[in-house]
């Protein structure tokens, strides 16, 4: 899928933190605001996410275009405040030129309308989704293979409680898997699990665990929750999150090029994601395999070339 005039794909972070802001003197090389990345490829701007990481990101792009129309695509993994929050305050939203798509899949018993509606509805915001200026087209996905101009994007309903979506964006300078929030299949987050005897969870597990392998197989960058350390993820199974160990070994199944441990819990500061990355190489020294690890920093520039 790579050719030589194709443009590098560039990926960054602006917001790596889960569950919620933590800004402080303890946070400030991995950053404090919540779930949001941008990929700049093939002529797409692709916005992964909209916690409180969006906001600085709409200063950078109203910054960079002026008075030219910014058109981006959202697209937005679940439902969670951490991974929503950030939308009233992007600054292009207010701005009549710009084109702002946003997609994401229908929540349990919610829309998937009426989930991007809410972080802007009366009494907790004064200004109306309707009420904003720019041209916003959001639409429920349907299919889970679909594309953003070029850019193709692959996605699948990973273990997280609710409707949560990972997404892969297939890319001509390579590809980036984004799994924000997923807990290993050892804990089922599925009503249908509770009617299950356990044999059968751990048949179904087994098939899910299976088929998320195939799904990131041979990614070059995977940007996967990694919220706790492996002791802290004994006392929160079934919380919907991962651990160090449960990330790497996900990583080095799927044979990916490059992990990046994501959605830092609000309690980690800067030395304990420090200590994670280094128990994460440890563990692939230990596995003999390649595999390149580090910690997503909030500000951090990726770039792919072919
Ligand atoms: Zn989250
Ligand atoms: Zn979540």
Same mark, same amino acid.
């Given at each position: 899928?790579?050719?030589?005039?194709?443009?590098?794909?560039? =990926?960054?972070?602006?917001?790596?933190?889960?569950?919620?802001?933590?800004?402080?003197?303890?946070?400030?090389?991995?950053?404090?605001?919540?779930?949001?990345?941008?990929?700049?490829?093939?002529?797409?701007?692709?916005?992964?996410?909209?916690?409180?990481?969006?906001? @600085?990101?709409?200063?950078?792009?109203?910054?960079?275009?002026?008075?030219?129309?910014?058109?981006?695509?959202?697209?937005?993994?679940?439902?969670?405040?951490?991974?929503?929050?950030?939308?009233?305050?992007?600054?292009?939203? /207010?701005?009549?030129?710009?084109?702002?798509?946003?997609?994401? /899949?229908?929540?349990?018993?919610? %829309?998937?309308?009426?989930?991007?509606? +809410?972080?802007?509805?009366?009494?907790?915001?004064?200004?109306?989704?309707?009420?904003?200026?720019?041209?916003?087209?959001?639409?429920?996905?349907?299919?889970?293979?679909?594309?953003?101009?070029?850019?193709?994007?692959?996605?699948?309903?990973?273990?997280?409680?609710?409707?949560?979506?990972?997404?892969?964006?297939?890319?001509?300078?390579?590809?980036?898997?984004? =799994?924000?929030?997923?807990?290993? /299949?050892?804990?089922?987050?599925?009503?249908?699990?509770?009617?299950? *005897?356990?044999?059968?969870?751990?048949?179904?597990? %087994? +098939?899910?665990? *299976?088929? =998320?392998?195939?799904?990131?197989?041979?990614?070059?960058?995977?940007?996967?929750?990694?919220?706790?350390?492996?002791?802290? /993820?004994?006392?929160?199974?079934?919380?919907?999150?991962?651990?160090?160990? @449960?990330?790497?070994?996900?990583?080095?199944?799927?044979?990916?090029?490059?992990?990046?441990?994501?959605?830092?819990?609000? @309690?980690?500061?800067?030395?304990?994601?420090?200590?994670?990355?280094?128990?994460?190489?440890?563990?692939?020294?230990?596995?003999?395999?390649?595999?390149?690890?580090?910690?997503?920093?909030?500000?951090?520039?990726?770039?792919?070339?072919?």
């Amino acid at each position: 899928m790579s050719s030589v005039s194709a443009s590098p794909t560039r =990926l960054k972070f602006w917001g790596t933190r889960g569950s919620i802001s933590v800004p402080g003197h303890g946070t400030l090389r991995y950053g404090g605001n919540t779930t949001c990345v941008e990929v700049r490829a093939d002529g797409e701007i692709i916005v992964l996410d909209a916690g409180s990481g969006i906001r @600085s990101l709409g200063i950078a792009l109203e910054k960079e275009f002026h008075s030219q129309p910014i058109k981006l695509s959202l697209l937005i993994t679940h439902a969670h405040w951490d991974h929503i929050q950030g939308l009233p305050f992007f600054a292009p939203v /207010y701005e009549k030129k710009n084109e702002i798509r946003v997609r994401g /899949y229908d929540g349990v018993d919610t %829309t998937f309308g009426e989930i991007m509606a +809410e972080p802007m509805k009366a009494p907790f915001f004064p200004i109306a989704m309707r009420e904003l200026s720019a041209k916003i087209d959001i639409k429920k996905l349907t299919e889970m293979e679909f594309s953003t101009g070029k850019v193709q994007v692959r996605a699948r309903f990973v273990n997280h409680p609710g409707v949560c979506a990972g997404y892969r964006l297939l890319t001509s300078a390579g590809s980036i898997a984004f =799994l924000p929030d997923h807990e290993p /299949y050892r804990f089922l987050h599925s009503a249908k699990s509770n009617d299950m *005897t356990p044999e059968q969870a751990k048949k179904t597990a %087994t +098939e899910e665990r *299976t088929s =998320l392998v195939e799904f990131l197989k041979g990614s070059d960058i995977l940007i996967l929750d990694a919220q706790y350390t492996d002791a802290e /993820y004994e006392t929160h199974v079934g919380w919907g999150h991962g651990s160090v160990s @449960s990330a790497v070994s996900l990583a080095l199944d799927a044979e990916v090029r490059r992990l990046l441990l994501f959605h830092h819990a609000p @309690s980690h500061d800067d030395a304990m994601v420090d200590a994670m990355v280094d128990e994460a190489r440890r563990l692939i020294r230990e596995s003999g395999k390649d595999l390149e690890v580090d910690g997503a920093r909030e500000g951090e520039e990726l770039v792919l070339r072919n």
